[in-house]
Every structure is written in C-alpha cells, then in structure tokens.
C-alpha cells in the first residue's frame, strides 16, 4: 500500500477485534510518528503507549461516554510541551506550533496504522485533568490527543466528502476556477462532458434536418399547384 493508498483507505474505527497487536507494528508506528515534520525540528512531542486493559478502560470513563474505546488493545496519548515552542517562537509558538507539530505526528501514526493493516481513531474529547493525572502527566506537559488502535471489528461507511471544487481557491481566497476537473487532470469529467456536447449536437443537427425536409415538402407541394395551373 503506498501513501495515497493509504490516505484513501483511512477510516475511522471505533470497534476492535479481542485481538493485541503485535509489538513490532506498535514500534513501527510510533517510529512514523517522530518522523513527522516540527517546527524548527524541535520534535518536541510525547507520546504515552497503552495497553494495559485496566488503564484503557478507565480513559474510556474520561471520554466524554465514549465507552467504545474499552475494546482497543492500545491506545497512544500523544502529549505536547508549550512552553519550549514558546520559548523559541512565543506567543505563536506556544498557542499554533505545538498543536500542528502534535497534528502531524497523529496523521503519520494514522497513515502507518492503515498501512499495518489496523484500525485507528483520533479522539480529541476527553477530560485532560483526569488522563493527566492517571499517567502522572506533568503540568507543563499537555495531553492533547488520545489514538485507539486495533483490528478492526466493523466496517466503516463511506465518509461524505465535500466537493474538492468548494474546498479549493487559487491564487486568492474565494477565486475558483470554472473547470477544475481540467486543473486537477480528471479528464473523465471532461470526455463526459464532451460526449454531452456531441449528443446535443446530433440532435440539433437532426432537428435542422427535419425542419429542411418539411421546407421541401411544401416547396414541392407549391410547385405541384403551380402545374396544375
């Protein structure tokens, strides 16, 4: 499976199979997510991994009633340090660059997921006080998102995507193109659209020919008269 394999195939899974994963794709994963890309290459993330049955299910108690997560065999608590992103970039740092640089690291551990063969969701509704204080997690520290993993036990629908040609703008906010399926070289949509242009043309041009072939159906009635006169 390659990258875009990957992107396109990732769903989110909220039940999992009674079934561990195996150790080495849980290293493999977490070797993606300290890939990710981070501001000034700080790489100043955390991560907290899980797989202890009685801890997942009391981070399921502090989940906001989402007591599905008790069926993941391991969960990731990926964890930020503002105050070093602060220290280098401010206030900017502290509130942005800390929270894209955990983004990144959680769609790699997402993709990789995918790749393994796993099911995996992003949660982001938790109580931070208690999964703070259940893994004894510093006050400079910030938990910032939770990551269940597992073989999956369901088969997640379709997402409803929105049009990518109501998502895009180029060159300035709110400028479209007019054909976008050109642009991003989905040629499909414009044979498609070419073969609706033909279909209207033949039928013109059938409608122009039954309107000469009454034209000469009177001309010749006309003319007959004219004979017999």
């Known amino acids: ?37 981070s501001a000034g290459n700080l790489q100043d993330w955390k991560f907290i991994l899980v797989t202890d049955r009685q801890l997942i299910k009391q981070v399921a108690s502090y989940s906001i009633e989402q007591y599905w997560i008790q069926t993941a065999p391991a969960l990731i608590i990926v964890c930020a340090v503002p105050e070093k992103h602060e220290m280098y970039y401010g206030l900017r740092g ?16 997402l993709l990789a997921s995918t790749e393994l063969g796993l099911g995996s969701c992003w949660i982001g509704a938790f109580e931070e006080e208690k999964i703070r204080a259940l893994f004894a997690i510093p006050a400079d520290v910030r938990p910032q ?58 039928k ?3 409608g122009f020919k039954r309107v000469g072939e009454e034209f000469h159906k009177i001309k010749n009635k006309i003319r007959d008269k004219l004979k017999k006169k």
Request: glycine residues 2%; positive net charge.
């Open 94 to 109: 502290k509130r942005l660059y800390n929270i894209q640089d955990c983004a990144a690291a959680i769609e790699n551990i």
């Open 145 to 202: 998102a939770i990551i269940s993993l597992g073989y999956s036990d369901e088969v997640p629908k379709e997402r409803a995507l929105v049009p990518i040609e109501n998502m895009i703008f180029f060159n300035r906010y709110n400028t479209k193109v007019e054909k976008l399926h050109i642009v991003l070289r989905d040629y499909a949509v414009e044979w498609q659209n070419q073969g609706e242009n033909f279909k209207h043309a033949i």
């Open 204 to 206: 013109r041009h059938l």
């Open 1 to 37: 499976m390659n990258t875009l394999e990957a992107i396109n195939a990732r769903r989110s899974v909220r039940k999992y199979l009674d079934k561990p994963v195996e150790f080495e794709k849980l290293t493999t994963i977490m070797d993606a997510a300290i890939k990710a890309p």
